[in-house]
């Protein structure tokens, strides 16, 4: 089992220990080899998102930091879980963390990674952490993340038991789920975002590399990553949104 950890932070501060408290969980639940690559984005030296829209239109191999970024991407397509990490600054992850995955917004376009389970961490000295997760939580599940679990620290629950008690349930969670490949049914919300661009690349007017992907990957003939069990009553939703978003566009 391969863990990869992103830390988002340039500092070793309260949310590096509440991860470290995650990965002593992991090595204590794993009856298997456990192999935990933890990637820090201050290593890596790749500027800002440029926004030149090349891995929209051409392929994510034309952007310009693309021999920085895909080397941690890649880490990412082979993990079986990702846990991804960002203080609270300024009420929001860390401008590394936004950086990086402004740099992955190309699986907005085309959602990939649905099999996969994440875990979000974050930590603050004052507010801004329940938003903060949302945020890394949105993020993951529209690049197609299967589920998205939260650990989330403020001052007030520095020395609380149920603290650790969270940590200790939600890392079981996350290594049982990624140890038995379980896979969730995705929220109407996800279904209605998935045939959004399914509806939107699914013909050739639209950009190339984006076309390219759903023609592909054959996700362009599917209500949702047939990897993933759709309920009959989302099936027909999917369908039917699909059919009418296909007109629109």
Known sequence: MKIVILYGSPRKGDTYEIVDKVKSE???????????DEVFLTDYDYGFCKGCYNCFEFGE??????NQINPIIDKIKACDGLIVTSPVYVLHVTAMLKNFFDHMAYFYHRPYFFTKKALAVSSTGGAGVKGVLSYMEEDLENMGFNKVYKIGLTNARRDDEKLEKEIKKVSKKFYDDVANGKTYSPSFKRLTMFNVWRAMNSKSTALKADYEYWESTGLKYHEFSPTIKLPLIKKAYAKLLHSILSRVF
């Open 61 to 66: 191999d034309k952007c310009p930091h693309y």
């Open 26 to 36: 992991l090595n204590d639940l794993s009856s298997v080899s456990l192999e935990i």
